[in-house]
Structures are given as C-alpha cells and as structure tokens.
C-alpha cells in the first residue's frame, strides 16, 4: 500500500484549531437550530435554482407592496432571506473544511490499520514458529477478531 500522506499536526496547532473551532460554535449558537428527522422530511428545500427565484420575490414584493398577502410578514422574509444567504455561504466553507478533515482522517486510519495488520500477520507467522513473545502478543490482538471466523489479510505492498 502506498503511503498516501505522512503528517504530524504539531500540539498548538492542534490546540488552537479545536479552541477556533468551539469558538465558532459558541459564536454561532444562538443563531442556530436543531430540526427533527420528521422537520428535516417536512420542510421545503431551497437549493442553488431556488436562491434567484427568492431574491427576484422579494424584489418585487418591496416594489409591488400592494401584491402582498396581508399574512405574509415581509421582515421577517427579508430576515430569512438574508440568513439563508449569509448561512449557505458558512455551509460551503465548513462542508469543504469537513470533507478534507474526513478524506485526511479516513487515509490516516486507512494506512495506519493497513500497518496494523501487516504487523499482526507477522506476529502470527512468528508464533506458529515459537518465536518468543509472539504468541502472547497474538493472543492479545487476535481478540480484535474474536467473532469472526479469520483476520483480514494484510494487503501485500
């Protein structure tokens, strides 16, 4: 297996990233919500298409006030407008932030379990020829496998 990457955040840099990113949502918190799954299912979706046919409406309800129903509330859709704009904005940045944290920390765990086994492959070879400390150390990582019937091969590099 190629080794894809090879890093070590340095501890501040660590620290300073987790302390940003509470702060972020401290900063965020009175702000946002949490829907329910059934809220989620419910609820219309506005996508990129949607965004232009909202600004347009509004538009013209400022202009044409005359046009607007008597129930609905223009601030309050000036409000929803403007929050839904400045949020999808944050949404692409932190869904672009979280994807690269993922592929990093899936390709991180990918190369780190794949040394695991090869190791463990290894150990198992050493123990069925007596080579000392193998066998106990076997023992202790087989239990990884415990319930199924035989480890994964290590892939070959």
Partial sequence: MENKISIVIPEPVQKLALVKINEIKILLAPYLIALTPQQR???????????PFVEKSLDFAQRAPKLLPSFVNLEEWKKDAVGRKTLAEMHHLLKELTSNVGDTNMQCGSEAYNQALLFYNSVKLAAKNNVPDAKVIEEELSKRFANKTTAPAAPTT
């Fill in 41 to 51: 299912q419910e609820s219309l979706k506005m996508g990129d298409r949607s965004q």
